[in-house]
């Protein structure tokens, strides 16, 4: 008797180059399958040996997305969480470390006491067990990416795995091969040859794809579609274009268009019993978001703005919160240590809002703390998130209540007025995986705030990533000066989020507000940001 899983295993594989979008394509058919009633949920694969990606450096990275769990996870997941508007925890993102090391320690343990421990079964095993431990009756579809290329060392046993798994279940297995179908321009032709190699070298590890999605500039022409299909064995519906879009958001109606989800629901031979509407309204999400009369130039002022990856999430929760408002919003992104010489207030004179994001580090601090103050003097709606708001804090401290030189103990430990320091429970702790304050905390929201104003509730959830506070030693002089501590962590007093009386926006808070917006549910406090922005602009220029 061959095994059954109620849970469908849909396995998505990456070929030809990296970068193609693996994350945004595995999210998207979470979409389409969602729309059709069923439950989805998700899994990343990352096969390099971290154990997170927590110790990595953003430019190597891009961000780090923190699960309200408090694991610190790959990019991907954020996509994920954006498109099947679903919660992802620690179980949602297995590395090559995170296997490893826990094979490792069940061997020190005795737990395989007289065997030889290996890649095939123990590592394979291991890998099985984390994608079984996603089985539920609540999920009808469990979609899991595997990170890099096929053809790379490090994730052979990662693929060994799935194919192990296709042999247990295999009614309830479909793989999913993306690869690249390029266009060679002084050829005028598009070419296959790279997808046949790279469905090859799939085969070889014992791998047939049920279906081919190809990432081309244009969608697919039927005859090309046909050569695929004869040269990758799978027949010619099954072979998905996946063309260059306007932006992430339309990949999922770009695939429905091709009938994809009816395709998948035939393959495993299911029919859907629950009614759903979330295509429709993703596709009014997607109107608005080209909708657009007024438009507004926001500055994001950071030290990974050349890798624009690593603000992924800020990115995305600025064009919820703009389709949202039906605005454009043009991102700025401004290198922090540009905003160090005496000329800076010319590169931020034409904006209509400063937002500052979080980082770790001493690198460009005096830039953005130069972008604060500027901010600050010039009634400019100015949002700090995490360093964001610690650097509003120094501004705060040395040029509006004139503690000279005060600073944040990260970056002087010797500074006179440390406004920012680290939390209590930090200073005992040397190993930096996973050690920072992680992942959901409470905030109570005061009244008669811009805090109450926006999020209109008293109490909130919001994730966080970071080892420094506000000093609240420094709380009652802030206050004497005007300065709103509107959020507090009840369960230890610590800052969430300040603003400053008498200016129209001058916020920060200490948590990541946007690692929990999505297209369907946008953030408060990116909507109240960017609609103060967008007031502003029109009302100055009556
Ligand atoms: N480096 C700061 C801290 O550790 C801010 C962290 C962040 O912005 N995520 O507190």
Not at 173 to 192: C, D, N, R, S
Not at 203 to 211: A, H, M, N, S
Not at 408 to 426: C, H, R, W
Not at 501 to 525: A, D, I, V
Request: charged content about 25%.
């Amino acid at each position: 008797m061959k095994k059954r899983s109620k849970t469908k295993f849909i396995f998505v594989t990456g070929g030809v180059i990296s970068s193609l979008g693996k994350g945004i394509t595995s999210a998207s058919i979470g979409v389409v399958l969602k729309d059709k009633g069923f439950r989805v949920n998700m899994i990343k694969f990352d096969p390099y040996i971290n154990v997170d990606s927590g110790t990595m450096n953003p430019f190597q990275h891009g961000e780090v997305y923190v699960t309200k769990d408090g694991a610190e996870t790959d990019l991907d997941l954020g996509h994920y969480e954006r498109f099947i508007s679903r919660d992802m925890t620690e179980d949602n993102n297995v590395t090559t470390g995170k296997v490893y090391s826990n094979v490792i320690d069940k061997e020190r343990k005795g737990e395989f006491l007289g065997n030889c421990v290996q890649v095939v079964p123990h590592i394979t095993d291991e890998i099985k067990s984390r994608i079984y431990k996603l089985v539920s009756k609540n999920t009808d579809f469990l979609l899991c990416e595997i990170g890099g290329t096929v053809g790379d060392i490090e994730s052979l046993p990662f693929l060994e795995a799935i194919r192990q798994i296709k042999l247990e279940y295999p009614n309830d297995v479909l793989f999913i091969h993306l690869t690249l179908v390029p266009y060679i321009k002084t050829a005028g032709e598009v070419k296959t040859k790279p997808t046949q190699h790279s469905v090859n070298e799939l085969r070889r590890i014992g791998i047939q794809p049920d279906f081919i999605a190809c990432r081309s500039e244009n969608p697919l022409s039927r005859a090309i579609k046909a050569k695929i299909s004869l040269f990758c064995n799978v027949s010619q519906d099954k072979v998905i274009s996946i063309e260059d879009a306007k932006s992430i958001y339309d990949v999922p109606i770009n695939l429905e268009r091709q009938g994809f989800s009816a395709s998948i629901l035939d393959f495993f031979s299911m029919i859907q019993t629950r009614k759903s509407n979330y295509l429709d309204n993703w596709k009014i999400f997607l109107n608005n978001f080209y909708a657009h009369e007024k438009e507004i130039t926001i500055g994001i002022v950071g030290k990974y703005v050349e890798l624009q990856d690593s603000y992924m999430s800020i990115k995305e929760a600025i064009n919820h919160a703009s389709a949202y408002l039906k605005i454009k919003t043009n991102m700025r992104w401004i290198e922090s240590e540009a905003l160090e010489t005496e000329n800076y207030e010319k590169k931020l004179c034409a904006l209509n809002g400063i937002l500052i994001p979080g980082g770790f580090g001493d690198r460009g601090i005096e830039g953005m703390i130069n972008a604060a103050k500027f901010a600050r003097k010039n009634k400019l709606p100015c949002f700090g998130i995490c360093l964001g708001m610690q650097v509003m804090i120094i501004d705060l401290a040395r040029n509006y209540i004139k503690l000279e030189n005060a600073n944040s103990a990260e970056f002087n430990s010797k500074t006179p007025y440390p406004v920012i320091d680290l939390q209590k429970g930090q200073k005992n702790i040397d190993a930096k995986g996973g050690t920072q304050r992680l992942g959901h905390y409470p905030c109570k929201i005061y009244n008669n705030t811009i805090a109450y104003q926006t999020y209109k509730e008293n109490l909130i959830l919001e994730r966080h990533r970071h080892r420094y506070e506000f000093n609240n030693e420094f709380r009652e002089l802030f206050e004497e000066k005007g300065i709103v501590f509107s959020g507090i962590c009840p369960q230890n007093d610590l800052v969430e989020i300040i603003e400053l009386k008498n200016h129209p926006y001058y916020l920060g808070c200490q948590f990541h507000p946007e690692l929990q917006s999505r297209p369907l549910q946008p953030h408060r406090l990116f909507i109240g940001f960017l609609k103060i922005s967008l007031e502003r602009k029109y009302e100055t220029k009556k």
